[in-house]
C-alpha cells in the first residue's frame, strides 16, 4: 500500500480520495503569517536599517533591502524552491519543482500534524519570504560602503549555496503521514535534510536565517573592510524613528515568522504566538535595564536593539519552548547581545555597521542552544514528538544539545565557507567596495543618483 | 537715486550669536525699537558651555558643537547702543552660553527692487 508522500500533486489518480484537503482556516492564516512576513522586509527591516545610517546612505540601505527581496523572490520561484523543498540528498535538494513545475492549485503541503494539509502554493510563498528577508540581513554588515552590483552578485551566490542547503538541511523531511511504523520511519528520515536528521529543532530558523546571516555579515564587515573614518569621525543613526518604525514592523510581522511556521492554526500557534510577545517585550526590557545601570541612561536604539535580540533568539524556540522558558531566553538575549555590540565586537575588530553578527548571530547561537535545554516538558517545553508511537518522547536534554550544537557548527562553517568564497570571488570580478571618494560623498547619489533629504 | 559708491550716513551691521530658544524674545526686542529686518540662520558653535555625549550601541560620540541661532540687521549708526542693549536684555539668561554680539561698519547696503541706497535701504 502506498503511503502518501505529500509534495506531489495527486489530483486524478485513483488515490485521490486518500488525499487530505486543506482545511480554510489554516489556508487563510497561512497567507496572513506570508503577508506579515513580507512586510518585515518591505518596510520593516528597509527602515530599521535605513535610520541606523547616516542621511546620505539612506537610500542606499532602502534600495539594496527592496532589491535583494525582489531578487531573492524571482530565484526562489525558479529554482530556489525546488533545490530547498524537494527531494535530493541530505544537502540539496532536486531540480523536480524548477519554475514550480507540477505545482498546481490542488497541491498540498505537509505540516506537522497527521492528516493536515496547506496548499502547496501557499507553503511555496510563505518559505519564499524566509528566503527573502535572510540574505537581506546581511545587508547591514557591509552598509554605506560595498558597490550595489557586487551585493546582487553576492547575494545571488550566497542565496543559492548557502540558504538553500541550510533551509534544506534543516527543514526537509517527508512529512508526518510518512512515519507509519518504526520500518517507515526509517526510510522517512533517510531522505530528510542533514540537520534534520541530526536530530537539530529549530521552529522558524535560528539556524537558518540568524546565525547563517550573521556568519556571511560577519566575513563580509572583514573582507569589504571598515567605513573610512571609523572610530575618528561620526557615523550616528540618522533617525532613530525611523528605526523604531522598522523594529515594530518587525516585531509585529515576526508573528507570522514565529507562529506561521506552525503551518497551521492551532494551540501550537498560540503558544508559538506567545512565547514571542513573552521573550520580545523582556529582551527590550532586560537590555534597556542593563544599558541604564552600565552607560547611565536607557535609550529608544537600545529597546530597539533589545527588542530584536529577544526576536532572534525566540525564532529558533518559539514552537518548542513553554512561556517560562520563553521570558528565561528573552531576559538573556537582551543582556547577552548587548555584550554582543558592545564588549564582543571590539573584541572582533570588524566594522559590523549595524551590528548584523552582534544582534542575529549572538542571538541566534544563544537561541539555538537555549531551545535544547528549555523543550524539555520537564521545564515547561513541548518536548519533541514521536511520529510512529504518537506521542511526545522521553527528553533528553544532552542528546538534544549534541543536536543543537550539530545544527550552530553546521551553520558556523557552512556559512563561513560560502560567504569567504563568494566575496572573493565577487571581489575578483566585480570588486567590492566603492572608491573613497563615492563613498565620502554618499552611495546614494553616487550609486543611485538620488538623494533622500532635501533641505 | 544715489550710486552705490556714493558716501551715506554711517551704518552698522550686527550679527548676535544667541541661544534658540531666545529668538523671538530677541526679534520683538528689536522690531519695537524700530529694526525693520533682520536675517536668522541656524548655526552651530561653541565656546565655554560644554556640549553633551550621546551614545549608539557600542558606539559614542561626544557632540561640542551646540545649536545657536544668529541674528544679523543692518541699522543705522545712531542706533546702534539701543540695539545693543535690547538683544543683550532678551537674550541674556546668566548661564553660559548666552552668546555674543560683534558690531561691523556697514560700508554700503542696497535695496534690491528699487536700487535705493544707504539709510534709505535699512
Redesign the interface.
Known sequence: MLFVVLFVNFAGTAFAADVPVPDKGDTAWMIVATLLVALMTIPGLALFYGGLVRTKNMLSVLMQVFTVFSLCMVLWVVYGYSLAFTEGNAFFGGFSKILLSGVTVDSVAATFSKGVVIPEFVYIFFQATFAAITPALILGAFAERMKFSAVLAFITLWFTFAYLPMAHMVWFWAGPDAYTDADAATKAGAIAGFLFQKGAIDFAGGTVVHINAAIAGLIGAFMVGKRVGYGRESMAPHSLTMTMIGASLLWVGWFGFNAGSNLEATGLAALAFGNTMTATAAAALSWMFTEWVLKGKPSMLGAASGAVAGLVAITPACGWVGIGGALVIGLAAGVVCLWGVNGLKRLLGADDALDVFGVHGVGGILGALLTGIFANPDLGGVGVYDYVANQVADYSTSAQMISQLWGVGTTVIWSGLVSIIAYKLVDMVIGLRVSEDEEREGLDTTSHGESAYKY | MQGIRSREQPMKFVTAIIKPYKLNEVREALTSIGVQGVTVTEVKGFGRQKGHT??????E?VIEFLPKIKIEAAIPSDLLEQVVAAIKKAAQTGQIGDGKIFVFDLEQVMRIRTGETGSDAI
Open positions: 550621546e551614545i549608539y550601541r557600542g558606539a560620540y
